[in-house]
């Protein structure tokens, strides 16, 4: 479903403004103020068929999944569901040039996504695709909400049309002969349209964002809003009679819905709209999103909900592009990152690490080995791995592998247990913002005190001095321990339940509330020790 900005403002400049008379509209219809307690429905964007999958991909989906992973250990209900946009006339295109039916071309593009989410080890509620028959039920509920509210009509379209962008242009936005984004276009004489009355509601978009915190980060609000007040929506064209691979427009099988309105609604089919308790669910609605797609999402979108007379989603959050070494990703500079390559190379639990770590989730990131060698190697090896294996080898030559009592405690021991215990509660506000590399900046944090503390405390020649003191700084880096890799399940869940294990930590005391909870029990027989993060090798070295 990623395609892009440039498309998005252009197709709302250049739509024709065929208006029937205004309609009653529905309230503008607000909800209240969300708590970390409520129920969490994320989604990722149903990515489209005409390419296979990205590293792109794969950082939207690991972002929502560690949300949704944070949200079911934090005792809160947590809905995920990701998957692909399967109609319109690229497809068609694409599967007649490859002598396929297009679903037959849907399905095998459509695997790759679900093996890349699956590669990831991304735990979705569903996997959903527009050529599911549910998602035709609700696509036609939607359009008859519209139809029944007065916010769709009948009327005609002509112009310049790209296929790629799936947009008309005007003579003037063309440059060079072509779309803005470099795609070819071709010229489509007059054909009728159906029009969703997008115009109606820019006052109403504007009065959304400026009172409801729903668009981040901050500066991709401010964007949509600058867009709102500077430019005069005109109606959307919502059906195409050009091409056949779509869902049908309910009572008019000559048009097929155009493929926005029909992949945005993905997002209520996934929770069994019209049908069922699905309300329930879309109050925690989050849709995390690529920058180039956020005003198919921010104007599009909450305009057709608010016109439906259903309420717009909790949070819509775009994320930025990564680059490779500073420069664009692409095919043409032989840089493209392929997901699996990253797993082979690097290890799934890091690369989910890195991807959450580097970068301001909604900024741009870039790729580097070098980066990605510090985080593998300086930290996660070295900082994490490295002092989990101290403490479990200690523990193991001197204390006969069982678990030591956290007794007699000194100021210096209380003061890393306090903040280790505090981790969830540090994180929270952190992950309720999708602020990833601040949540992992807490663990990160009481990471480096425990080696500080560690370092500080010689354990190793306590052994000789004072076996009794030796004995609480184990257990006191064994319990910090413990709690870093709780708080790293959402992120690096292989990882985090390797440490887990090797800490003697049992399979029910494994959700943030533990925490706060008693540890490991003194005398617990403890695994052997064996590296939780591999080093990776300098290729360069």
């Known amino acids: 479903m990623r395609r892009y900005t440039a498309a998005v403002m252009l197709l709302v400049r250049t739509a024709r403004a065929l208006r029937a008379p205004l309609a009653r509209q529905p309230a503008l219809m607000t909800r209240r103020a969300a708590t970390t307690t409520d129920p969490l429905y994320v989604t990722t964007p149903i990515y489209y068929v005409n390419a296979a999958p990205h590293v792109g991909h794969a950082y939207t989906s690991v972002a929502c999944d560690a949300a949704a992973r944070f949200a079911r250990l934090d005792g809160r209900e947590a809905t995920l569901v990701t998957g692909t946009d399967e109609h319109g006339e690229k497809v068609e295109e694409s599967a007649a040039a490859k002598g396929v039916e297009p679903l037959e071309f849907a399905t095998s593009v459509s695997n790759t996504f679900r093996e890349l989410a699956d590669s990831f080890d991304i735990k979705y509620d569903r996997f959903i695709r527009t050529t599911d028959a549910d998602h035709k039920v609700a696509v036609e509920a939607l359009w008859k909400r519209l139809e029944d509210a007065g916010q769709i009509y009948l009327g005609s379209y002509e112009g310049w049309y790209c296929v790629r962008d799936e947009c008309y242009y005007t003579e003037g936005e063309l440059v060079d002969g072509k779309a803005p984004t470099g795609a070819e276009v071709e010229w489509r004489a007059k054909e009728p349209s159906y029009f969703f009355k997008l115009s109606d509601w820019g006052d109403k978009l504007i009065e959304l964002y400026e009172k409801e915190d729903i668009l981040g980060p901050k500066s991709r609000k401010n964007e949509v809003l600058s867009f709102l007040k500077m430019e005069e929506l005109r109606d959307l064209s919502i059906s195409r009679t050009s091409f056949k691979w779509g869902l049908q427009v309910p009572g008019d099988p000559d048009h097929v819905v155009y493929v926005w309105v029909d992949a945005l609604t993905n997002y209520l089919t996934a929770i069994g709209f019209p049908n069922g308790n699905w309300e329930a669910t879309w109050g925690g609605a989050t849709h995390v999103v690529g920058k180039d797609i956020l005003r198919f999402h921010a104007i599009y ?123 969830a509660d540090a994180m929270r506000p952190h992950m309720d913002a999708l602020a990833f590399n601040k949540a992992l900046g807490e663990v990160e944090a009481v990471v480096r005190d425990a080696n500080r503390y560690f370092d500080n405390q010689e354990p190793w020649k306590l052994k000789k001095s004072d076996p009794d003191r030796m004995s609480v700084v184990l257990a006191v880096a064994q319990e910090t321990l413990r709690c870093i890799a709780i708080s790293y399940q959402p992120f690096m869940p292989g990882a985090a339940a390797k440490m887990l294990d090797l800490l003697g930590v049992a399979e029910g005391d494994r959700d943030l509330a533990a925490l706060r909870r008693d540890g490991v029990a003194a005398g617990t027989v403890l695994p052997k020790p064996s590296a939780v993060f591999p080093r990776v090798e300098d290729e360069s070295s």
């Open 301 to 423: 979108w909450p305009a057709m909900l608010m016109a439906a007379g259903l309420p717009v989603p909790k949070k819509i959050y775009a994320h930025g592009w990564w680059t490779k070494d500073g420069q664009k990703i692409s095919k043409s500079l032989g840089n493209v990152v392929i997901p699996s390559e990253l797993i082979d190379d690097y290890g799934l639990d890091a690369t989910r690490y890195f991807l959450l770590s580097e970068v301001p989730f909604g900024g741009d990131g870039d790729f580097s080995r070098t980066a990605m060698l510090a985080a593998c190697n300086g930290f996660l090896a070295n900082a994490v791995g490295n002092l989990c294996q101290r403490c479990c080898s200690m523990i193991g030559k001197n204390l006969k592998g069982s678990t030591p009592a956290l007794s007699d405690l000194t100021a210096d021991d209380t003061a890393l247990l306090d903040s280790a215990h505090a981790l």
